[in-house]
T-cell receptor
């Protein structure tokens, strides 16, 4: 059972544009929602994370928007750069269950110069 | 560099064989997680250890087992390998397993190919 659904599977954006990736979850016990960035041949690396009592969090060009009632959250990459070309994973975990991460299916982002 | 090391980087073996993947967590981290990444299943949690004890289990096959040693390094043992076990295996570590917001740092992975 896929508990975190991520869309789109792939995304092409022009340099300077905005990349938007959406995720939806089912389990209301999730209490931590991180986004990971993965480059080819590397392990995932934490990009930004949010907790469900916050509706938005911004770090540099990356913003998470969180809608608890809709059980949805999204990542916005502003002023996208070619170096942002990577696969992005949303994830969710619950501290009561050891913080194991449940990942979305991933979105491959290509930023064209 | 996350500070998590995994060996070997690549592993090629045959069906029916047994392999051991090794992970050294970041210095000071007590919790180790194992994940499998495959094209059809995506990134899936396998198992977590905290300070030597099993803390959580995911969709880990009975043919797979893991342990965390007193020096906190961990090993994932995969036996009776099948073609479908070919995947990237990641280890991640965090300082604790609670409370909220414990960042998991991922290693570079071990790419397993079963022929």
């Amino acid at each position: 059972q896929q508990q975190v659904k991520q869309s789109p599977q792939s995304l092409i954006v022009q340099k300077g544009g905005i990349s938007i990736i959406n995720c939806a979850y089912e389990n209301t016990a999730f209490d931590y929602f991180p986004w990971y960035q993965q480059f080819p041949g590397k392990g995932p690396a934490l990009l930004i994370a949010i907790r469900p009592d916050v509706s938005e969090k911004k770090e540099g060009r990356f913003t998470i928007s969180f809608n608890k009632s809709a059980k949805q959250f999204s990542l916005h990459i502003m002023d996208s750069q070619p170096g942002d070309s990577a696969t992005y994973f949303c994830a969710a975990s619950m501290s009561a269950a050891g913080n194991k991460l449940t990942f979305g299916g991933g979105t491959r982002v290509l930023v064209k110069p | 560099d996350s500070g998590v090391t995994q060996t070997p980087k690549h592993l090629i073996t045959a069906t029916g064989q047994r392999v051991t993947l090794r992970c050294s967590p970041r210095s000071g981290d007590l919790s180790v997680y194992w994940y499998q990444q495959s094209l059809d299943q995506g990134l899936q949690f396998l198992i977590q250890y905290y300070n030597g004890e099993e803390r959580a289990k995911g969709n880990i096959l009975e043919r797979f087992s893991a342990q965390q040693f007193p020096d906190l390094h961990s090993e994932l043992n995969l036996s009776s390998l099948e073609l479908g076990d070919s995947a990237l295996y990641f280890c991640a570590s965090s300082l604790l397993d609670r409370p909220w917001g414990e960042t998991q740092y991922f290693g570079p992975g071990t790419r397993l190919l079963v022929l």
